[in-house]
Structures are given as structure tokens and as C-alpha cells.
Antibody
Framework: EVHLVESGGGLVKPGGSLRLSCAAS????????MNWVRQSPGKGLEWVSS????????FYADSLTGRFTISRDNAKNSLFLQLNSLRDEDTGVYYC?????????????WGQGTLVTVSS | DIQMTQFPSSLSASVGDRVTITCRAS??????LHWYQQKPGKAPNLLIY???NLQSGVPSRFSGSGSGTDFTLTIRNLQPEDSAIYYC?????????FGQGSKLVIK
């Protein structure tokens, strides 16, 4: 069974940093692209970033480039998101999700999410 | 960026009814359109991929159609457990974008 488990969220002051992790199990992690999607309280879904199966191709939402960094460790079946220079508007639940890449870029499995709260 | 406009933003229907949710892209996205269901406090769940393909395990009362810029999600024979927010999602190009969501309430 596919499992994605996020961790690393918490309360952080504006300007602070966090590192989110997503532990994957139950599937061949190194053959899937991975994504981060976030959801502000009471709001819709916002795609944050994607990383290819090998880690060679990385994409970010335009508004986040430079502050967030996605990475992965295929040997440890893990996905990461480094969040720097956090702002109030970065508050929300952060989900990791997988996709098969190429023409199959739908998110067929999601984690339960980890809550990031940016507040002074 | 490709903008996804979903409507209606909210709808109410009774058990056994049929409802349709529409998603419109700001440019042609071929069939790179997917639908998710999200219940309170839970992660989104994939229902339909590539416009009309039913994800494994999803009841057949859910169906999708469309291509290019206009897409629909139809739910037939509504059940109480279908109460949720539904989102469309385009993966034609980055940044991937979602519709703003359609909240379905079962009366």
C-alpha cells in the first residue's frame, strides 16, 4: 500500500525557516515525480513545486522561487521542502503527492499533510 | 500561467440527483485535466484523470468529459458521502494550477 507521510511542520516566526519531509513507502519511489501542494486555511489548493524522479528537473510556483527549495533522497525514499524567509501567507497545510511524469502528471496519492503556521 | 475557472462555487442537491461541475481553462490544455474530491480535514483524493478516466476504486457514478478548454465532472445518483469540495487541476504546463473548488452539499 502506498504511504506518504509528511513531517516537519510547526509554528515559526516571519522570516524563519522550516524543513518539511515526506517519507514514502509501498511503491518504487525513485520512479515517480514528486510534488508539494499547499492549502491555506479555508482556501483552495496551490501547487508549490515538483521534482523529477531523478531529481534533475525542478519547477516552482513563480511566487516562491528563491525562498523554497525542493529536493529528494531516493536512497531514503524521502522528499524534502526547505522553506526560508517565511511569510504570514505561507501558513497552511503542505501535502506531498506523487505523479508518474510525462503525460501522466496527475496526483494519484497524497500524504495527510503537515501544518505550517507563520506567526509572530 | 493557465487559469482554471470552476463553477459553480457551491451547489446543493439531494440524494439520487445528478450534478455537473464545470472547469474552464484560459487556454487549451488538451486532456491534461484531472478532478479531485476533498473532504474536511483530509487530503484530496483523485477521482478522474486525463479528463475522463476513472481512477481505480472510484465509484462509477463519477464521470468526466471535455477537452481543450472546457471540462465537466458529473456525479450521478448522489450519495450522502459525496458531500465534499471538488477541484479540477491542469498539468498541461507549469505552474500547475487548480480551480478554486466547488463545494457540494447533500440536502
Amino acid at each position: 500500500e502506498v504511504h506518504l507521510v509528511e513531517s516537519g511542520g510547526g509554528l515559526v516566526k516571519p522570516g524563519g525557516s522550516l524543513r518539511l519531509s515526506c517519507a514514502a513507502s509501498g511503491f518504487a519511489f525513485s520512479t515517480y515525480n514528486m510534488n508539494w501542494v499547499r492549502q491555506s486555511p479555508g482556501k483552495g489548493l496551490e501547487w508549490v513545486s515538483s521534482i523529477s524522479d531523478s531529481g534533475e528537473s525542478i519547477f516552482y510556483a513563480d511566487s516562491l522561487t528563491g525562498r523554497f527549495t525542493i529536493s529528494r533522497d531516493n536512497a531514503k525514499n524521502s522528499l524534502f521542502l526547505q522553506l526560508n524567509s517565511l511569510r504570514d501567507e505561507d501558513t497552511g497545510v503542505y501535502y506531498c503527492a506523487r505523479d508518474l511524469g510525462l503525460h501522466s502528471r496527475w496526483f494519484d496519492s497524497w500524504g495527510q499533510g503537515t501544518l505550517v503556521t507563520v506567526s509572530s | 500561467d493557465i487559469q482554471m475557472t470552476q463553477f459553480p462555487s457551491s451547489l446543493s442537491a439531494s440524494v439520487g440527483d445528478r450534478v455537473t461541475i464545470t472547469c474552464r481553462a484560459s487556454q487549451s490544455i488538451s486532456n491534461y485535466l484531472h478532478w479531485y474530491q476533498q473532504k474536511p480535514g483530509k487530503a484530496p483524493n483523485l477521482l478522474i484523470y486525463s479528463a475522463f478516466n476513472l481512477q481505480s476504486g472510484v465509484p462509477s457514478r463519477f464521470s468526466g468529459s471535455g477537452s481543450g478548454t472546457d471540462f465537466t465532472l458529473t456525479i450521478r445518483n448522489l450519495q450522502p458521502e459525496d458531500s465534499a469540495i471538488y477541484y479540477c487541476h491542469q498539468s498541461y504546463g507549469t505552474p500547475y494550477t487548480f480551480g478554486q473548488g466547488s463545494k457540494l452539499v447533500i440536502k
